[in-house]
C-alpha cells in the first residue's frame, strides 16, 4: 500500500507570494491533517480535513487555508508569504473520523526569501 | 494548560547501552499516546501507540513504552541501542482531549545521537 504523498518536496518561493502544497493520503484514508515544524515552534497542528470538511484548525493567521477533495486529496495553501512562513511542512492520514493512529509524508520544504 | 513534555533535549547513547526517552503529559484524562521518530530532513515514523489495555506496547524497531497514570508519563525505552536509531523522537497527544479528530499535539522532541 503506497504511503503519505506530498508534492513537491522542496520549494522557494518570494516574500508576497503564495504557495500550494498538495498531499494525497493513503488510500482508503479520509483525514488528512496538516503541520508546520520549525525549529523554534516545533510540530504545530494547522488543521484538519475530513470527508471534504474542515472540522478543525490551529492557530494559525487566515493566509493559511487548505482543502480537501472528494478523493481524499488534500490542499494546503499559504498566501503573502513571510519569511517566518519557511518550514517543512508535513501532511499525515489517518483512516477514521477520529482517534486512529496518523500516518505522515516525507513534508515539503518551504523556504521563503 | 494541557501539554505534552518531553524534559531530555538532548540525549547521548553508546550504542549497545539501554535507552529510555521520557515524556509526560497534563490532561484530565488519559489521552491516546503516540511516540514517533523522525531522521534528517523526513517525515514521522510511528513508533508505537496507547489507546487503552495493556500498559505496556510493544512498536517497531525493537522498542517498548510503558503507560503510568499515576504519573502521567508514557516513557519510551529500547533494552540496546544501534547506531541507526539516531533520530529525533516524537511523544505526542491525541484524541478527543486534544481537540478532537485526528489532531496531535507533539512534545518538544529529543534528539538521540549515539555513539560508537
Known amino acids: 500500500k503506497a504511503g503519505v504523498t506530498q508534492t513537491p518536496r522542496y520549494l522557494i518561493k518570494t516574500r508576497g507570494q503564495q504557495v500550494t502544497l498538495s498531499c494525497s493520503p493513503i488510500?482508503?484514508?479520509?483525514?488528512v491533517s496538516w503541520y508546520q515544524q520549525t525549529p523554534g515552534q516545533g510540530l504545530q497542528f494547522l488543521f484538519e480535513?475530513?470527508?471534504?470538511?474542515?472540522?478543525n484548525k490551529g492557530n494559525f493567521p487566515g493566509r493559511f487555508s487548505g482543502r480537501q477533495f472528494s478523493n481524499s486529496r488534500s490542499e494546503m495553501n499559504v498566501s503573502t508569504l513571510e519569511l517566518g512562513d519557511s518550514a517543512l511542512y508535513l501532511c499525515?492520514?489517518?483512516?477514521?473520523?477520529?482517534?486512529?493512529?496518523?500516518?505522515f509524508g516525507q513534508g515539503t520544504r518551504l523556504t521563503v526569501v | 494548560a494541557q501539554s505534552v513534555t518531553q524534559p531530555d533535549i538532548h540525549i547521548t547513547v553508546s550504542e549497545g547501552a539501554s535507552l529510555e526517552l521520557r515524556c509526560n503529559y497534563s490532561y484530565g484524562a488519559t489521552p491516546y499516546l503516540f511516540w514517533y521518530v523522525q531522521s534528517p530532513g523526513q517525515g514521522l515514523q510511528l513508533l508505537l501507540k496507547?489507546?487503552?489495555?495493556?500498559?505496556l506496547v510493544q512498536g517497531i524497531k525493537g522498542f517498548e513504552a510503558e503507560f503510568k497514570r499515576s504519573q502521567s508519563s508514557f516513557n519510551l525505552r529500547k533494552p540496546s541501542v544501534h547506531w541507526s536509531d539516531a533520530a529525533e523522537y516524537f511523544c505526542a497527544v491525541g484524541g478527543s482531549l486534544t481537540g478532537g479528530g485526528n489532531k496531535l499535539t507533539f512534545g518538544t522532541g529529543t534528539q538521540l545521537k549515539v555513539e560508537l
Open positions: 496507547y489507546f487503552s489495555g495493556d500498559t
Open positions: 480535513y475530513f470527508s471534504e470538511t474542515q472540522r
Open positions: 499525515a492520514s489517518s483512516s477514521q473520523g477520529t482517534n486512529t493512529e496518523a500516518f
Open positions: 488510500s482508503g484514508h479520509r483525514s
